[in-house]
């Protein structure tokens, strides 16, 4: 018996010596974890946002534009932005994807709205596009098959840019 127990004194000294002595060694090498970000400029993407319509009926949707405050459309050539505008599945999540992970998307005329919806921009901005107080956008819709237009003041918008108030590119980390 006094055999065994040292035996076993002995073996359990020797493990705990080979397992300390791993623990302690040093690794050559670090870990390094990728950053993302993203230069807007010429990349298409899509900004799912939800869409609130507070009126008593509901209302089908004609077409949404993006404009200035004196009603000029924004184009490419003069403002920096392409869009379309699509209706999203109500339940996507608001954000921004990419093409293959937008999901599923309708045209934006005759979308009907009572209450709470999604939409999704399809966006390709520019070398320098810079924030802009002035952007709108134009909601042409009906109730009842009566026509109205609304101007509405959405701040994603004007605050969209590429370039900073400096003038440098504005990088996107996260």
Do not use: H
């Amino acid at each position: 018996m006094k055999k065994f127990s040292l035996y076993l004194s002995v073996l359990f000294c020797l493990v705990s010596v080979v397992g300390c002595s791993e623990q302690d060694k040093d690794v050559n090498g670090e870990f390094l974890l990728g950053n993302f970000g993203t230069d807007w400029k010429e990349e298409t993407f899509y900004l799912v946002v939800p869409i609130n319509w507070s009126g008593e009926s509901s209302v089908t949707i004609e077409s949404i534009k993006l404009i200035k405050k004196d009603e000029k459309p924004i184009t490419y050539e003069e403002d920096g932005k392409k869009y379309q505008v699509f209706g999203a599945n109500p339940l996507k999540s608001s954000g921004i994807y990419g093409e293959s992970d937008v999901g599923e998307l309708k045209n934006i005329k005759d979308i009907e709205i009572n209450g709470d919806g999604k939409i999704a921009l399809k966006l390709v901005l520019g070398e320098e596009v810079n924030e802009d107080s002035e952007r709108r956008i134009k909601i042409s819709f009906s109730i009842n098959g009566e026509e109205y237009e609304k101007i509405v003041e959405w701040k994603t918008l004007e605050q969209l840019a590429t370039v900073s108030e400096n003038n440098s590119v504005i990088p996107y980390t996260t």
